[in-house]
């Protein structure tokens, strides 16, 4: 049996590249069955493939003495075989309460942080994990239980990338991924190593034990002795679906425009309905949700319904929204669907009203012959003027004359013709005379101002960012 697991696990290693000669690798052990069958296994993989092997535990400051002496058996073992220890020490219960999260999430993140600062100190670049092929199958079906949809299938996969917020990146492996608890156990007993059993993995406190501990042994039992390997090989061929999936979705992801802020995060973002909405619903999907992950920063709590509702914005009119978790509001803003946070709004309104407008006056033979074609700059026949120009916001009864015949359209009727949002209207500049609009600042010039081949004074006008927020400035030149 014993030459059978190690087999087993060798080949899994070598089939998913998991280790190489060279590698600094830190591995996380509990103490529990699975971490100290995986550190054998390491151990003796290490005999035919040279590379460094650090241990780095975690006492999340639950169980008391009895985790104290899960972390005295831990370091006992590695200062026996010459193996370099970490202790990382925490109050989960407190964490997950200052932070509003249960304790699994609390220490599952303080454990691959932890993992990530000792992988980063000892200069590794892969973080080993105890994952089994039984963690797997509760994985599946817990994400299956709450709605993740076919990404949830994927279950625990082989290796996958860690990023942390310094920009360190890791490579996550599961060595003994291949491996039931059947097959752990018995190679510990050949192998006569002892190992710490957490009293809390017993109890049905958590979703997990419950799997652990109740459905998935009554499906085993009364449904199929083999639904273990089932699920897994259910989450590989979703793993190698989700990968053609994304690679499909990075083909389109420029139909995709984010909104930062003014550090460069990212608030918002729109997604082209012309570029998307005859593309598979599965891809289309897909962009959905990578776009969403980028706004929130995280895609838990996050089910195929709210990806599905978003997709149904593609046949809603504009102005159709919908509330979204993490306070994101999606909503149909023409041929566009945008993905906002509070953020987004104030920045959006930040970005027009944090502009300088700057007016000068010339005479034409001053300019050169090339008008301006930019948006950021216009040029007017200033004696064509009816009045002092002033830069301000929008104001009921506003207007533009549009055309060679100069027909008079509303400022509403022409920020509706052009898709401009409605809760971005109230923010955008005007270069105004009265209730005449000639310039919608970033959008158009109206026509009853052009500079002509009889134009003798010319009115310059200049739109640029400034640090001033809330305010316009009006600078007149000479």
């Given at each position: 049996?014993?030459?059978?697991?190690?087999?087993?696990?060798?080949?899994?290693?070598?089939?998913?590249?998991?280790?190489?000669?060279?590698?600094?690798?830190?591995?996380?052990?509990?103490?529990?069955?699975?971490?100290?069958?995986?550190?054998?296994?390491?151990?003796?993989?290490?005999?035919?493939?040279?590379?460094?092997?650090?241990?780095?535990?975690?006492?999340?400051?639950?169980?008391?003495?009895?985790?104290?002496?899960?972390?005295?058996?831990?370091?006992?073992?590695?200062a026996?075989?010459?193996?370099?220890?970490?202790?990382g020490?925490?109050?989960?219960?407190?964490?997950?309460?200052?932070?509003g999260?249960?304790?699994?999430?609390?220490?599952r993140?303080f454990?691959?942080?932890?993992?990530?600062?000792?992988?980063?100190?000892?200069?590794?670049?892969?973080?080993?994990?105890?994952?089994?092929?039984?963690?797997?199958?509760?994985?599946?079906?817990?994400?299956?239980?709450?709605?993740?949809?076919?990404?949830?299938l994927?279950g625990?996969?082989?290796?996958?990338?860690?990023?942390?917020?310094?920009g360190?990146?890791?490579?996550?492996?599961r060595?003994?991924?291949?491996?039931?608890?059947?097959?752990?156990?018995?190679?510990?007993?050949?192998?006569?190593?002892?190992?710490?059993?957490?009293?809390?993995?017993?109890?049905?406190?958590?979703?997990?034990?419950?799997?652990?501990?109740?459905?998935?042994?009554?499906?085993?039992?009364?449904?199929?002795?083999?639904?273990?390997?089932?699920?897994?090989?259910?989450?590989?061929?979703?793993?190698?679906?989700?990968?053609?999936?994304?690679?499909?979705?990075?083909?389109?992801?420029?139909?995709?425009?984010?909104?930062?802020?003014?550090?460069?995060?990212?608030?918002?973002?729109r997604?082209?309905?012309?570029?998307?909405?005859?593309?598979?619903?599965?891809?289309?999907?897909?962009?959905?949700?990578?776009?969403?992950?980028?706004?929130?920063?995280?895609?838990?709590?996050?089910?195929?319904?709210?990806?599905?509702?978003?997709?149904?914005?593609?046949?809603?009119?504009?102005?159709?929204?919908?509330?979204?978790?993490?306070?994101?509001?999606?909503?149909?803003?023409?041929?566009t669907?945008?993905?906002?946070?509070?953020?987004?709004?104030?920045?959006?309104?930040?970005?027009?009203?944090?502009?300088?407008?700057?007016?000068?006056?010339?005479?034409?033979?001053?300019?050169?012959?090339?008008?301006?074609k930019?948006?950021?700059?216009?040029?007017?026949?200033?004696?064509?003027?009816?009045?002092?120009?002033?830069?301000?916001?929008?104001?009921?009864?506003?207007y533009?004359?549009?055309?060679?015949?100069?027909?008079?359209?509303?400022?509403?009727?022409?920020?509706?013709?052009?898709?401009?949002?409605?809760?971005?209207?109230?923010?955008?500049?005007?270069?105004?005379?009265?209730?005449?609009?000639?310039?919608?600042?970033?959008?158009?010039?109206?026509?009853?101002?052009?500079?002509?081949?009889?134009?003798?004074?010319?009115?310059?006008?200049?739109?640029?960012?400034?640090?001033?927020?809330?305010?316009?400035?009006?600078?007149?030149?000479?």
């Amino acid at each position: 049996m014993r030459l059978n697991t190690e087999k087993k696990v060798f080949d899994y290693i070598n089939e998913y590249g998991l280790i190489k000669e060279g590698d600094s690798i830190v591995a996380g052990v509990s103490g529990g069955a699975d971490s100290m069958c995986m550190l054998l296994l390491l151990m003796r993989y290490r005999e035919i493939c040279d590379f460094t092997l650090t241990v780095a535990h975690v006492d999340h400051g639950i169980r008391g003495e009895e985790a104290k002496a899960d972390a005295g058996f831990v370091r006992d073992f590695c200062a026996k075989h010459g193996i370099g220890f970490e202790l990382g020490e925490a109050d989960i219960p407190r964490i997950a309460k200052d932070t509003g999260t249960t304790c699994e999430e609390a220490g599952r993140n303080f454990r691959y942080a932890f993992f990530a600062r000792t992988a980063e100190k000892y200069g590794a670049e892969k973080i080993a994990t105890a994952h089994t092929k039984g963690d797997n199958a509760e994985t599946v079906l817990f994400n299956i239980f709450r709605g993740s949809g076919i990404k949830g299938l994927k279950g625990i996969i082989p290796k996958r990338a860690l990023k942390q917020m310094n920009g360190e990146a890791f490579t996550v492996i599961r060595p003994v991924l291949c491996l039931s608890r059947e097959e752990i156990e018995a190679y510990l007993e050949e192998k006569g190593q002892a190992y710490k059993t957490d009293a809390t993995n017993s109890e049905d406190t958590y979703s997990r034990n419950r799997l652990r501990n109740r459905i998935l042994p009554e499906i085993k039992e009364y449904i199929n002795n083999g639904v273990y390997g089932h699920i897994e090989s259910l989450s590989l061929q979703a793993a190698e679906t989700m990968d053609y999936i994304e690679q499909q979705t990075d083909v389109y992801m420029d139909a995709c425009e984010y909104m930062r802020d003014a550090s460069g995060h990212i608030t918002g973002c729109r997604i082209d309905c012309k570029m998307t909405g005859g593309l598979h619903p599965v891809i289309r999907k897909s962009i959905i949700r990578r776009a969403f992950e980028q706004v929130a920063g995280r895609l838990k709590d996050v089910e195929e319904v709210h990806i599905s509702d978003i997709d149904g914005l593609y046949g809603k009119q504009s102005g159709r929204k919908l509330s979204m978790p993490y306070g994101i509001t999606a909503v149909k803003e023409y041929d566009t669907i945008c993905l906002k946070t509070k953020e987004t709004v104030q920045d959006q309104k930040a970005d027009d009203i944090s502009r300088t407008v700057n007016i000068s006056i010339h005479d034409r033979a001053e300019l050169g012959q090339d008008i301006p074609k930019g948006k950021d700059e216009k040029w007017f026949d200033y004696e064509k003027m009816q009045g002092t120009p002033t830069v301000r916001t929008m104001e009921p009864g506003d207007y533009l004359l549009i055309g060679p015949e100069k027909h008079k359209k509303s400022l509403n009727r022409f920020m509706i013709d052009n898709k401009i949002p409605k809760d971005e209207r109230d923010s955008i500049p005007l270069l105004a005379v009265g209730n005449h609009v000639v310039w919608v600042v970033g959008y158009r010039q109206d026509e009853s101002c052009l500079v002509t081949s009889g134009t003798k004074k010319v009115l310059v006008a200049k739109s640029r960012r400034t640090n001033v927020r809330g305010q316009y400035k009006f600078i007149k030149g000479k």
